[in-house]
């Protein structure tokens, strides 16, 4: 005789564990959907439409704003524009942080009053540091002519010459960042084991070789923190962009993007939304683009233990 044995529904049925699960996880849903989801869906649905002079959606174009967009030499220039500010503003910032904090790490008088100084810029807002170079940046009475003069160069013009403004807005924007990425490089080198950095010294390594073979290796989960974030960030700057160089400086050489976006949407009462949401659309693409391609190459290369 045989015996049958009953399909386990039970295991199917909701506990009250997974209940309580998602009763505590229904405010972070609610906001990803309210702030994530659903802006990302307008921006999608607008980037189909025309708008009329007030912004609002009309007629159905399909993908004709991409196809004007990526036909047109004026956006392929500001894809150059864009990428050419991530270059030097991720590069440098990176780089300058890690430098300045292997030499914040040697045993000299007075290091706390340096640390603090190369971490101030964090504090500063992005319309204050842009303030602040923009009267370093003054042709008459700025300091960056000043100093030039002292030794006999000419001026330059910082903010409006075509070839000196990008430059100019990324300086700005290396400096804004390096207090942040120093903040970070200091944490990671704090939480380098010290029997590490003592069994280097009794090896003889010490320098400049055991920053490169031990602290650098150490510091890589920080360096791709760093490089992914700063990415990002660069790819969606705009403040300094907007105050030091209006209308996207002289012959459009600061125009990113992000002030393309801005331009097209906002500026001068354009109120072309849909438009500007296919930039923005093209704008997502190259930041899951950009972030695939760190994560696929650099991380392999990150030691986190």
């Known amino acids: 005789m045989t015996t049958t044995t009953a399909p386990a529904r039970s295991s199917r049925r909701p506990t009250a564990a997974s209940l309580l699960s998602w009763l505590l996880l229904l405010p972070c849903l609610v906001v990803?959907?309210?702030?994530?989801?659903?802006?990302?869906?307008k921006s999608v649905s607008l980037s189909l439409h025309g708008s009329d002079l007030f912004g609002r959606p009309d007629a159905y174009v399909g993908l004709q704003h991409y196809r004007d967009m990526l036909g047109s030499s004026d956006f392929r220039h500001i894809l150059g524009v864009t990428f050419m500010f991530v270059l030097l503003t991720v590069i440098p910032g990176v780089l300058g942080a890690l430098i300045v904090v292997l030499l914040l790490e040697q045993h000299i008088k007075g290091i706390r009053i340096f640390r603090t100084?190369?971490?101030?810029?964090?504090?500063?807002?992005?319309?204050?540091?842009?303030?602040?170079?923009a009267t370093?940046?003054?042709?008459?009475?700025?300091?960056?002519?000043?100093l030039l003069g002292h030794f006999g160069v000419d001026r330059i013009g910082w903010l409006t010459d075509p070839s000196w403004a990008l430059i100019s807005v990324a300086i700005t924007t290396v400096?804004?960042?390096?207090?942040y990425n120093v903040l970070v490089l200091?944490?990671?080198?704090?939480?380098?084991?010290?029997?590490?950095?003592e069994a280097a010294t009794l090896d003889g390594a010490g320098g400049f070789r055991a920053s490169r073979y031990i602290t650098i290796p150490l510091l890589g989960p920080q360096?791709?923190?760093?490089?992914?974030?700063?990415?990002?960030q660069s790819l969606q700057g705009f403040g300094q962009i907007k105050i030091l160089t209006p209308e996207g400086?002289?012959?459009?050489?600061?125009?990113t993007l992000v002030y393309s976006i801005y331009h097209t949407a906002f500026a001068n009462n354009a109120s072309d939304f849909g438009a500007a949401s296919a930039q923005a659309i093209v704008l997502l693409v190259i930041l899951l683009i950009c972030t695939a391609i760190q994560f696929g190459v650099l991380e392999r290369r990150v030691h986190y233990k």
């Open 32 to 41: 990803f959907a309210l702030f994530i989801v659903w802006p990302l869906g």
């Open 117 to 133: 100084a190369f971490a101030l810029p964090f504090a500063f807002s992005v319309a204050s540091a842009s303030v602040i170079f």
């Open 136 to 146: 370093i940046y003054n042709p008459a009475i700025g300091l960056a002519n000043g």
């Open 186 to 197: 200091s944490a990671g080198i704090g939480a380098i084991p010290t029997e590490i950095n």
């Open 223 to 232: 360096l791709f923190f760093l490089i992914v974030i700063s990415t990002i």
């Open 175 to 179: 400096w804004m960042s390096i207090g």
């Open 249 to 255: 400086g002289p012959e459009q050489s600061t125009k």
